[in-house]
């Protein structure tokens, strides 16, 4: 069991930044990938990035070159480094575990707030 809480959210000006964490406690952080995912309102959940516990990682088109996804496993965190901010980034945003043994993302955070004003 994994639990997940994000932080780091809140209001910024377009082209503005800001960095989410996601802290994990429970079993090896290390040994699952990790995912950030976004949800606008009226709209689906969509994935932003994934990161493989090896280190490979993809990105949503939408966020190539503006957005980093980063982790310390030491610290049992991961991050989401979030530069050149557009109204289009405003949603929720959800960390995610998943492990190898399913491949799926079983473990979420309850999600952090980003607002992008014009």
């Known amino acids: 069991q994994v639990q997940l809480v994000e932080s780091g959210g809140g209001l910024v000006q377009a082209g503005g930044s800001l960095r989410l964490s996601c802290a994990a406690s429970g079993r090896t952080f290390s040994s699952y990938d990790m995912g950030w995912f976004r949800q606008a309102p009226g709209k689906e959940r969509e994935p932003v990035v994934t990161q493989w516990r090896g280190g490979t990682t993809y990105y949503a088109d939408s966020v190539k070159g503006r957005f980093t996804i980063s982790r310390d496993n030491a610290k049992n965190t991961a991050y989401l480094q979030m530069n050149s901010l557009k109204p289009e980034d405003t949603a929720v945003y959800y960390c995610?575990?998943?492990?190898?043994?399913?491949?799926?993302?079983?473990?979420w955070g309850q999600g952090t707030q980003v607002t992008v004003s014009s």
């Open positions: 995610a575990a998943r492990s190898a043994a399913t491949m799926k993302y079983e473990y």
